[in-house]
């Protein structure tokens, strides 16, 4: 059996020299039994370009899925399947092929690709497939149902945005979630969500305007050229530094390999890891044994630049990363280090495969294998239930300074992400002067900086937004 990139329990490490003291998390020490075997099950896909090959590789390795779930000790759980892409826009609609909300986190229930009708009854937004073998479409089989639905294309944004798409369509984004995905989401079932991406997640935080191609186009723009290396540049940290943006020596032929390379979770632009974890663990009493994340993704590394020459008149040649793996078809993947980090703050319930495999049937029976294991436990050993820092609630960042440390390093009192190897020329767009420092996975070996004082902050606004009714 294949062994996963990353499931060990690591946990997103932070350092933070204004948080709140670390107390026991109130949702670590509730023991759910799950009285039935419900199953909600998310995919997220990716449909920008270049992932149709990787879809057709989900769709056809699906029926292997299906048949690991109807084997499982206990039989054929009560399943909920949707599926939701990764295009949320891009907010002011000036990037071709980005629309201004893009799908908006809205499962995707109509037919694709040459599927002609999804058969699925009575209008619902997602798979309905009970225990007893009863679901709420008229076709052969449930693999049918979901690849009618799944092969969403490649005409996306390009500006992936997972993380932001599955807290807008499960509603833990302080909003009640779409209209079109009511009902999917039961406080009573374990919640599996499976991301399926050939890029990192490049989800910024509001009021950022890292997505802008009007001004921002050149090397000396705020957030350089027009391209997805700035989801790089702006979203991670190796070596406790930023991936370069100027090519060593303007040489347009170099390479630079990094190493640690982990999400950069106090720039102030992207949403961090540690808080997405803490929102989707909010949405269950016991998110040790009630949720879990796994993701087809890029192996996070190698970690390699290199430069390409610029498509207008600049000053130099302009960065773009190396993929980190490439496909026997043909298809590629690029470092997934935020999703990477993600799946390892799940402990035992988090697990990242690669992209690039020939078939996903491997990792997709492991998955079952996984929700076998904590519905019939009636909850598993998973990783610690989150808390993060303060600061990540109003808006991660400090400026950087000469106290700015790298990843996972010594902690901070003026310093905001690692020091940027281009001399401070580019400065982090947000700061807020919270004294947060930049954190990856494990890559300075401290344990998890963080505030219990976030966790209830979330858990109580879940509360408001949604309403008594979901559990807490």
């Given at each position: 059996?294949r ?26 020490q ?19 370009s ?20 109807k ?61 007893n ?8 089989d449930?693999?049918?149902v ?7 294309g ?85 070596d ?31 949403i ?37 020459a ?5 000053s ?31 402990g ?19 998955l ?16 610690s ?7 990540a609630?109003?808006?991660?960042g ?63 606004r ?11």
């Amino acid at each position: 059996m294949r062994r996963p990139i990353a499931s060990t329990i690591v946990g997103v490490t932070l350092a933070v020299s204004a948080c709140a003291p670390s107390e026991p998390d109130p949702q670590q020490q509730t023991s759910a039994v799950i009285s039935n075997r419900n199953v909600d099950l998310l995919f997220m896909i990716d449909n920008s370009s270049s992932m149709r090959l990787s879809q057709t590789n989900l769709t056809t390795s699906f029926p292997a899925f299906m048949d690991a779930v109807k084997n499982l000790p206990g039989g054929l759980p009560n399943l909920h399947v949707a599926v939701i892409s990764s295009d949320m826009g891009v907010g002011d609609g000036t990037v071709t092929g980005c629309a201004k909300t893009g799908d908006a986190g809205k499962f995707h229930f109509q037919p694709t690709g040459t599927c002609t009708a999804t058969t699925i009854l009575n209008g619902a937004g997602y798979i309905s497939y009970g225990a007893n073998g009863a679901g709420n479409f008229t076709a052969p089989d449930i693999s049918t149902v979901f690849s009618c639905i799944a092969a969403l294309g490649d005409t996306g944004c390009g500006f992936e945005r997972p993380f932001a798409s599955v807290l807008r369509a499960l509603g833990a984004d302080d909003r009640p979630a779409p209209s079109e995905n009511a009902g999917f989401l039961r406080s009573d079932a374990l919640l599996a969500i499976v991301m399926v991406t050939n890029e990192d997640d490049c989800s910024v935080r509001d009021g950022v305007n890292l997505y802008d191609v009007t001004s921002n186009t050149v090397l000396s723009s705020t957030f350089g050229p027009p391209s997805n290396y700035r989801c790089n540049e702006f979203g991670h940290i190796c070596d406790g530094v930023r991936p370069p943006r100027l090519a060593p020596g303007g040489d347009v032929n170099a390479t630079v390999t990094l190493n640690s390379c982990g999400s950069s979770e106090c720039d102030g632009s992207l949403i961090p890891v540690a808080e997405f974890t803490a929102r989707i663990k909010a949405l269950k009493a016991a998110p040790a044994s009630e949720v879990m994340v796994a993701a087809i993704t890029g192996p996070a590394t190698p970690y390699t630049v290199h430069w390409k020459a610029p498509s207008v008149a600049d000053s130099g040649p302009w960065p773009e990363i190396t993929h980190s793996c490439t496909a026997s078809d043909g298809s590629f993947a690029d470092p997934a280090v935020r999703i990477t980090d993600l799946v390892t703050a799940f402990g035992a319930n988090g697990a990242a495969y690669s992209i690039c495999d020939t078939n996903f049937g491997a990792a997709l029976q492991q998955l079952a294998a996984r929700i076998g294991t904590l519905l019939d436990a009636g909850g598993g050993a998973g990783g610690s239930a989150g808390r993060i820092p303060n600061c990540a609630v109003t808006g991660i960042g400090g400026q950087s300074g000469a106290g700015g440390g790298g990843a996972g390093g010594a902690s901070s009192s003026t310093g905001g992400h690692g020091p940027s190897d281009d001399g401070g020329v580019y400065p982090p767009p947000v700061s807020n002067g919270c004294g947060c420092q930049a954190g990856g996975a494990d890559a300075g070996g401290l344990g998890p900086g963080v505030a219990w004082a976030v966790s209830v902050w979330l858990a109580g606004r879940r509360r408001r937004v949604s309403g008594p009714a979901r559990r807490g």
